[in-house]
């Protein structure tokens, strides 16, 4: 399942981020990336410890405490303080699996990938090629988001980045580990979390509204670890 939730950041949000990233430390990515990855991995990454990236992080994950939207759709348990890369002149990162284990930085407490996310900071008309291409068992979907905008897709997901061949491209990303570990279980509460809500905007007296948000929360219940 693969989830768009636009408008994360607001337009002047994206503005400051993009104007501190400009002057940022930037490193090679190769730094972070395993053994697999390396081979694969071309881009700039700032350091997970830079105060930049703490600072625009903290500003996201502020974001996404706000959006009912990231909650429905990744039951968020943890959610790894954000990092940032920047791809140009035909950087990209081909096929690659991320690690099912991430360390959160500066604690010992690990998070386990269950959701991917990656927040598009980029105009996408200011370059051209980036695409976020993601397989699936329907096939490849290509994906490049107005900024501001996020995409979550499974941490199971085969995917890579299309080389940048104008413009730069700057994005967060991170990782989710949900309360609800299993991707088909999520996608069951994400489809019916969604149907409710539609049902209660246009029959918002039926009584069955009440069953069925029970119904939700039941299955929450015995799905959940919290
Ligand atoms: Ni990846």
């Known amino acids: 399942m693969l989830i768009t939730i636009p408008g994360v950041l607001t337009a002047e949000q994206v503005a400051a981020c993009?104007?501190?990233?400009?002057?940022?430390?930037?490193?090679?990515?190769?730094?972070?990336?395993?053994?697999?990855?390396?081979?694969?991995?071309?881009?700039?990454?700032?350091?997970d410890t830079d105060p930049v990236a703490r600072r625009l992080g903290d500003t996201i994950l502020q974001a996404l405490e706000q959006s009912s939207s990231f909650f429905g759709a990744a039951l968020p348990l943890k959610v790894l303080p954000p990092l940032f890369n920047r791809y140009a002149g035909e950087q990209a990162y081909g096929r690659h699996i991320d690690g099912a284990i991430r360390p959160v930085a500066g604690t010992h407490h690990r998070l386990r990938t269950d959701l991917s996310a990656t927040l598009f900071l980029s105009a996408p008309e200011s370059y051209d090629g980036g695409e976020l291409v993601i397989e699936d068992t329907f096939g490849e979907r290509a994906v490049k988001l107005a900024s501001g905008d996020l995409v979550l897709y499974p941490g199971t997901s085969v995917h890579r980045v299309a080389p940048v061949t104008r413009g730069v491209r700057l994005a967060a990303f991170f990782w989710i580990q949900s309360m609800v570990r299993d991707v088909?279980?999520?996608?069951?509460?994400?489809?019916?979390?969604?149907?409710?809500?539609?049902?209660?905007?246009?029959?918002?007296?039926?009584?069955?509204?009440?069953?069925?948000?029970?119904?939700?929360?039941?299955?929450?219940?015995?799905?959940?670890?919290?």
């Open 18 to 47: 993009t104007a501190q990233l400009a002057k940022a430390d930037w490193a090679d990515g190769r730094d972070s990336a395993g053994y697999l990855s390396q081979a694969v991995k071309n881009n700039a990454q700032l350091a």
């Open 184 to 226: 088909t279980q999520r996608s069951i509460l994400y489809e019916l979390d969604a149907a409710i809500q539609r049902l209660a905007k246009d029959v918002p007296s039926h009584a069955a509204l009440v069953d069925l948000a029970g119904v939700y929360h039941n299955l929450l219940r015995a799905w959940a670890d919290s």
